[in-house]
C-alpha cells in the first residue's frame, strides 16, 4: 500500500476483534514506529506493551475517565456521538493489547513574564519530548494499519494517569498517549478534514 493511502485511510478503531495478535507483528510495528524524528535525535522515549490481566486492569482504570471526559465531550457533540465516543473508554473497544507512549518527566517550573525566549528555554525540554512522543505515536498507528491492524490515539485516559502509572510501576515519566491496537472489528467512515488551513506565502 502506499504512504498516501495510508494516511488517508487509517481510521481510529473503537471496537476490535477477540483475535490475539502475534508476537512477531507487535514486534515489527513497534521497531517500524521507533523510527520517528526525535529532538537531537535524543529518542527520549518508552513504549510500554500491555496485554493479559495487566490489560483487564488498565481498562477497569481508563473506564473512570469518562466522568472527566463527559462534561468536555458534552460541549462539542450531539447525544448519538457522545454515547460511542465514551463507548471506547468502558473497555478501550476490547483491544487485547494497549501501548502507552511516556516521556521522562517534566522538571522544569512554569514562571510568568519570562518572555518568549525565556519560556521555551524553560519548556524546551518538554516540548521536543512530546513532539517527538506524537512522531512516535503517529508511525505506530500507520505501522499498524498498514499489517492489517487497527488502533486509536487516546488522551482522555490522561485523566487517570496516576493510577495508570501506579498499576505499571511507572515513577519518573509522563503519558502522552494510550493506543489501544488490535484486529478491527468496524470500518468507520473517515471524518471530514477543515479546508482553508493553509496559508501560502510568496506563491
Ligand atoms: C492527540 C489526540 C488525542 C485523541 N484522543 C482521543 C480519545 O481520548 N478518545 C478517542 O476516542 N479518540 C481520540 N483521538 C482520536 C480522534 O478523535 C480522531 O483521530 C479524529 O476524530 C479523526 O478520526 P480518524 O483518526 O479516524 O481520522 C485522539 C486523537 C489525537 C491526535
Keep these: 500500500m502506499d504512504l498516501d493511502r495510508i494516511i488517508k485511510e487509517r481510521r481510529s478503531i473503537r471496537k476490535y476483534q477477540l483475535k490475539e495478535i502475534p508476537q512477531e ?77 511516556y516521556i521522562p518527566k517534566d522538571v522544569t517550573g512554569y514562571e510568568r513574564d519570562l518572555g518568549d525566549q525565556g519560556r521555551y528555554h524553560l519548556e524546551f525540554h518538554r516540548y521536543n519530548w512530546l513532539l517527538s512522543a506524537a512522531a512516535l505515536t503517529q508511525n505506530l498507528l500507520l505501522a499498524a494499519y498498514s499489517k492489517g491492524l487497527g488502533t486509536c490515539w487516546m488522551t482522555g485516559p490522561k485523566y487517570v494517569e496516576k493510577e495508570i502509572n501506579e498499576l505499571l510501576n511507572i515513577t519518573d515519566k509522563e503519558l502522552v498517549s494510550i493506543v489501544p491496537i488490535g484486529y478491527p472489528d468496524q470500518s468507520p467512515p473517515a471524518p471530514p478534514r477543515k479546508e482553508g488551513v493553509i496559508k501560502w506565502v510568496g506563491f
Design 25 to 101: 507483528l507487535l514486534e515489527e510495528v513497534l521497531e517500524t514506529a521507533l523510527w520517528a524524528p526525535s529532538g537531537t535525535n535524543k529518542q527520549d522515549w518508552e513504549l510500554v506493551v500491555v496485554r493479559g490481566k495487566e490489560r483487564d486492569r488498565l481498562l477497569e482504570i481508563v473506564s473512570k475517565s469518562q466522568e472527566y471526559i463527559l462534561p468536555y465531550l458534552k460541549k462539542l457533540f450531539p447525544e448519538k456521538i457522545i454515547k460511542i465516543s465514551l463507548q471506547v473508554f468502558k473497555n478501550l473497544g476490547g483491544a487485547p493489547v494497549v501501548i502507552l507512549v
